[in-house]
């Protein structure tokens, strides 16, 4: 019995082997390109099971293999902090890329919605939708899949329904550093907007 119960064990422990080092290398690297910003050794550590000083051997021996090899990234040190980030001889690659121009991907309808959210949040649908005059439902989800709009909670009414705002992605594609610096609304653009949402319904009733 006892024999057996030791050969079980022993089988365990061939189940269980270590990781390779090329596969702890390739957990680091999965979490570096995952985070985006620097992440430190202390988490690093953590996430493939090392101790600190072992995890800063093999960080220093994947940077020694980056530049060596003909690879177009690179992993640099940050004061105790590790990040992953392009070589700066192919930043003319990506600045290529940057100047491209981008296609416009907002409608009118879902710039409408967003104007309200911005100005109004943090504002529910119910609320956007009333101010339309229709439903907002696929705009509001194209927002969200583009970064632009997301959940802020939930608002503590009957329903509990979930309130939206606006995030960083969006100040930083109209270009201001806070909410409190949108430009004011003119009164005749706010009618403007209640003639299109008024035009519509009346397609829609047409329909």
């Known amino acids: 019995m006892e024999q057996k119960k030791n050969q079980k064990t022993e089988g365990s422990q061939e189940t269980h082997r270590p990781e390779t080092i090329e596969r702890t290398k390739a957990a680091i690297e999965a979490v570096l390109f995952a985070m985006g910003d620097s992440l430190e050794l202390s988490k690093i550590a953590k996430a493939i099971g090392h101790d600190t000083e072992t995890t800063r051997k093999i960080l220093q021996t994947m940077m020694d293999d980056y530049r060596r090899e003909d690879r177009g990234i690179q992993i640099i040190e940050l004061e105790n902090a590790y990040q992953m980030c ?122």
């Open 86 to 207: 392009t070589k700066q001889e192919y930043y003319e690659y990506l600045v290529n890329i940057a100047l491209q121009p981008k296609k416009a991907v907002l409608s009118d309808v879902m710039m409408e919605t967003l104007s309200i959210i911005a100005y109004k949040q943090p504002v529910t649908r119910i609320e956007i939708e009333k101010i339309r005059g229709v439903k907002c439902d696929h705009a509001i989800n194209k927002l969200i899949e583009y970064n632009l709009v997301q959940e802020l909670g939930r608002l503590d009414a009957p329903g509990r329904p979930i309130l939206l705002g606006t995030t960083e992605e969006f100040l930083r594609n109209f270009g201001v550093d806070s909410t409190e610096h949108l430009p004011t609304i003119s009164p005749v653009k706010l009618e403007d907007f209640k003639a299109e949402a008024e035009e519509e319904i009346q397609i829609r009733l047409d329909v």
